[in-house]
């Protein structure tokens, strides 16, 4: 294999990788005996090193106690030499602080007290590599401070050995060179000298006791010229460093030298624009809190700024409402007049939260209030619960369990559940609406449990969740046996019946084939029969049912289901013998309601199961038609128009039973040739009654779904073509042009009707619904290789403009489309892009190419539109390889057509080299070699009849072709 190359545009290196490296690259400068070099560099033969330089040698990647030995060491012999030369000892130090942050400033050796600060600052800012990117913004930066740390420490607890004025020059000159740092208006200086100043000032509370005058003269003098300046400072890391550090010197309180009435600075900090910061004082302030001399103060304060905290609780940002639920929890645990009733219930509807971990917080506060006492009957403590449900205002159940499930013995206490809702109609301790939440709460608790289902749109950290062990096989011993009995107790109230149905798809089946309970199915399936055949059902209620039925159907093979189905078959044909019944003593009215009634069953029931054996799809094609000849007549459509949806939707389902039995059919080889000229006549027939909706009038209300149901049957017959099976192959239906004209025409004019801004109002959300339904449709037929994909240019044309309401829908038909031809999805590219380069330079123009592209407002949609259709192709170069080298040909092509007979007009379309460009990054390196010789020599043909904006557009394009200067990696062995 060659080499392989990627252009340095790839490779490039990162920023940080130009800034200031300080660990030292030669072997560590400790002699062989372990002795460490001093700041002088007299010991040996080691270099002279800085003091930064020495802590950050390679002896640091030895064991830490080793490395703290080395550091120790080095404090150890910089207290020598400034016990020796102080001033030199201390240029060193101030040196120190220097390069820690960031600057190569060298202070010059000869230099004397009284230091002058502002010189060593000004000069010191001129030697910055970059000062944007600092050792303490660095990744290792945990790592830096650490041992900047240390060697603070060290260096304070060997200063702490001197004499009094040695000790008070050493600590002024280092402090206060800190604190004129921490002044400057150079970041770098400011943030470093913060964190170097906050470690002394911690250092020093652990060094020396309060009765130190030195000590806390300084340290006093740091708090109020540094800390307090600091704490409010426009970098969010330097106020973190403050209110970091200000928490370790209360939580090693009365060890310095603040008051308690300092923690208001925590409080304050609850108003910071900065998440961290607000998350480090409440962090601080639930510590604290359990210091005895601390407390009163902390609950005073809490109480003071309660509002701003419950703010935070309903902020936009969750990691913060989260964090103050916990805070105020805890508060509310430790002094329970911190909450009133009314805010609590404010935080405990929180529980609702899209947040999963806002809102367990929400529901810890819940359970600590409501989750009632000791003693209490299920019925009372559930009350709360189902009242907090009422009082929320919404209907998700899921989300409600899903706060509670993991500390709330409650949503899973199913057969206490069970008893109360049997009991209820009786002893009537809840209402009908504490008991439809009940009943919502059950069915949410055991989907959760049995499935480990995330509900639809709460996000959480951790979005893997696995159901709970023996939850499956616990449901169903409590709900199979007694089901029944409740879908009896609750069979008037349809949404409850709708909850209790979907109970089945959560049951362990092997439950019934063990001691003989396949009664209970039965019964069951019974009851299910009844809710079925009763005439006042809601639609809802009866889909749920049926697809009940058919998982149940599916898990374990029924009897009685067979004879439901025969049954409603049954009933619909007697219904539709009666209603051609056109004796005088029929009642057309009622009969139309009864045919209208077991059409609504059998259709719901033809989405579920295949009716195919009682040939339902003829007599069904057949009203129809006939119900579509009638709606032409004046007056002459006696049935309602829902009907004619029912009609169209049970043709289309029988329709697609039939293709599902077609290979069965083929392997037994019975009729074969038969059943496919049926099959196909029946498709004729279904597409003359969707086309005449369809084509006919635009407004017709059954036109989309007519549309969507013609475009899905011509996915499935259009698949058949590659059969081997002749007969098969008769079957297959190719859309004809005119068919297609019709669709898209139809499309079309919806796809347009209204603008992007529009169709995003919430007013027309049922029209946006229509239009992505027929839009999906269309292009699931494109995408899917039934037409050729080119012909959806026309739709993908409006991909920018009409991106918010169908962007999504059109992305993804263009990813399917890639993915089954990349050749064809090129091709669909380029003609998607001259749609729209066409409308701006059409073809009577009489300006030259050039003049016209000095104007970039109208080439603002069509760049957009090529870079939208670039990020499909980025996310893999080399498989979308083929597909890249082809568009840049296709259009390389397209612009140089004439360029051999018209050298003059093939310059007009120069201008869409600037959109081909867009495409350049997506080619590899050897193939923008192979793409630049495939353009030069048409480039060589026009390029003397261009002018200078002409040239600029060949310029542009054969630079971005070709490579840059590259790196080349040998094959790996």
Not at 221 to 236: E, H, K, L, Y
Not at 438 to 452: C, D, F, R, Y
Not at 513 to 530: A, D, I, K, P
Not at 719 to 748: Q, T
Request: charged share 20%.
């Amino acid at each position: 294999m060659s080499d392989i190359s990627f252009d340095d545009a790839v490779l490039n290196d990162s920023q940080a990788s130009n800034q200031m490296d300080f660990e030292i690259r030669e072997e560590c400068s400790i002699a062989p005996n372990d002795e460490p070099v001093c700041v002088d560099g007299t010991v040996g033969d080691a270099t002279n090193k800085s003091l930064l330089q020495m802590i950050l040698s390679r002896k640091r990647l030895s064991p830490t106690n080793k490395r703290n030995s080395h550091i120790e060491s080095v404090a150890k012999y910089w207290g020598e030499f400034y016990l020796d030369s102080p001033t030199a000892a201390l240029v060193a130090l101030l040196q120190f602080v220097v390069e820690v942050s960031g600057s190569h400033y060298q202070i010059p050796d000869d230099t004397s007290m009284p230091f002058s600060y502002s010189d060593i600052l000004s000069n010191s800012s001129s030697h910055f590599s970059n000062t944007h990117i600092y050792p303490l913004i660095r990744k290792p930066a945990d790592v830096f401070v650490n041992q900047v740390g240390s060697f603070l420490n060290a260096l304070l607890l060997v200063a702490n050995k001197f004499r009094s004025d040695s000790y008070q020059l050493f600590l002024v000159q280092l402090t206060n060179f800190v604190m004129a740092c921490s002044e400057s208006n150079i970041r770098t200086f400011r943030h470093t000298a913060t964190m170097i100043g906050l470690k002394i000032m911690t250092i020093l509370s652990d060094l020396k006791s309060l009765d130190d005058e030195i000590a806390m003269t300084v340290w006093m003098q740091m708090f109020n010229s540094m800390f307090v300046a600091r704490s409010r400072d426009i970098v969010t890391d330097i106020r973190l460093l403050c209110i970091s550090e200000l928490g370790q010197w209360f939580a090693r309180y009365p060890h310095c030298h603040l008051q308690p009435t300092s923690l208001r600075i925590f409080y304050e900090a609850l108003n910071d624009g900065s998440g961290d910061v607000i998350q480090c004082s409440l962090d601080n302030i639930s510590v604290l809190c359990r210091k005895d001399v601390l407390f009163s103060e902390i609950v005073a304060l809490t109480s003071e700024f309660r509002e701003i905290l419950v703010e935070l609780c309903l902020g936009k940002e969750d990691a913060i409402a989260e964090k103050s639920v916990q805070f105020l929890t805890h508060f509310h645990v430790l002094s329970a007049e911190i909450l009133t009733d009314d805010v609590c219930r404010v935080l405990e509807q929180l529980i609702m939260a899209a947040n999963r971990g806002l809102a367990q917080a929400a529901a810890d506060l819940f359970i600590l209030r409501r989750n009632g006492l000791d003693g209490e009957t299920f019925c009372q403590r559930v009350k709360h619960l189902l009242q907090l449900f009422i009082e929320c205002g919404h209907e998700q159940a899921d989300y409600l369990v899903d706060s509670l499930i993991d500390n709330c013995e409650l949503v899973l206490d199913w057969k206490s559940m069970i008893a109360v809702l049997l009991e209820n109609p009786k002893s009537r301790e809840l209402s009908d609406i504490h008991c439809s939440s009940l009943i919502a709460i059950l069915l949410a608790g055991v989907k959760q449990a049995t499935a480990g289902e995330i509900p639809p749109g709460r996000y959480t950290k951790d979005l893997k969740r696995e159901p709970r062990q023996g939850a499956q096989e616990r449901a169903t011993k409590c709900l199979a046996p007694v089901l029944p009995e409740l879908l009896r107790t609750y069979a008037n109230r349809l949404q409850d019946i709708e909850r209790l149905l979907e109970l089945p798809k959560y049951f362990c089946f092997d439950y019934y084939h063990e001691q003989n309970r396949m009664g209970q199915l039965n019964e069951l399936v019974e009851h299910f029969e009844l809710i079925i055949f009763d005439q006042t059902s809601s639609t809802t209620v009866l889909q749920i049912t049926v697809k009940t039925l058919e998982f149940l159907n599916r898990m374990i093979p029924i009897p009685l289901t067979k004879q439901l189905l025969n049954s409603a078959v049954t009933n619909y044909k007697m219904a539709w013998h009666r209603t051609q019944d056109t004796s005088p003593s029929r009642s057309t009215h009622n009969e139309s309601n009864r045919l209208l009634a077991t059409l609504r069953l059998l259709t719901v029931l033809s989405g579920h199961f295949n009716l195919s054996k009682w040939d339902l799809t003829e007599p069904l094609l057949f009203s129809l038609k006939m119900l579509l000849r009638q709606r032409r007549l004046p007056n002459g459509d006696d049935l309602p128009p829902e009907a004619f949806s029912l009609y169209l939707k049970a043709c289309f389902c029988c329709l697609c039973w039939d293709m599902e039995n077609l290979e069965g059919t083929a392997l037994n080889n019975v009729d074969m040739d038969e059943y496919c000229d049926v099959l196909h006549h029946n498709l004729e027939d279904y597409l003359y009654v969707t086309f005449s909706l369809v084509g006919k009038s635009n407004t017709e209300p059954l036109a989309y779904p007519c549309f969507s149901y013609t475009c899905d049957l011509f996915v499935l017959h259009g698949n058949l073509c590659g059969s081997s099976n002749p007969s098969i192959r008769s079957v297959a239906h190719v859309p004809s042009g005119n068919e297609l004209d019709i669709l898209e025409g139809f499309l079309m004019e919806h796809f347009l009707e209204l603008s992007p801004s529009d169709l995003m109002l919430e007013t027309n959300s049922d029209q946006l619904q229509r239009i992505r339904s027929i839009l999906t449709s269309y292009l699931k037929v494109v995408c899917l290789g039934v037409v050729p994909t080119m012909r959806a240019s026309k739709f993908y044309e409006y991909y920018v403009k009409y991106h918010a309401p169908f962007g999504d829908v059109m992305r993804c038909s263009m990813e399917l489309a890639l993915q089954r031809n990349p050749i064809h999805f090129a091709m669909t590219m380029l003609h998607t892009c001259l749609l729209l380069y066409a409308k701006v330079f059409p073809d009577d123009t009489r300006h030259a190419a050039g003049q016209r592209a000095l104007r970039p407002a109208e080439f603002s949609e069509l760049m957009e539109l090529a870079n939208r259709l670039a990020k499909i192709l980025i996310s893999n170069p080399m498989e979308h390889r083929e597909c890249v080298i082809a568009l840049h040909r296709s259009g390389i092509l397209f612009v140089f057509e004439l360029a051999q007979k018209q050298p003059t007009e093939a310059t007009k379309k120069l201008p869409f080299l600037r959109v081909l460009k867009v495409f350049v990054p997506l080619l590899l390196v050897q193939d923008k070699t192979r793409i630049l010789n495939f353009f030069e020599p048409y480039e060589q043909l026009i390029i003397p009849t261009c002018n200078r904006n002409d040239i600029a557009h060949l310029k542009e394009y054969r630079n971005a072709l070709r490579p840059r200067k590259t790196k080349s990696y040998p094959q790996a062995t």
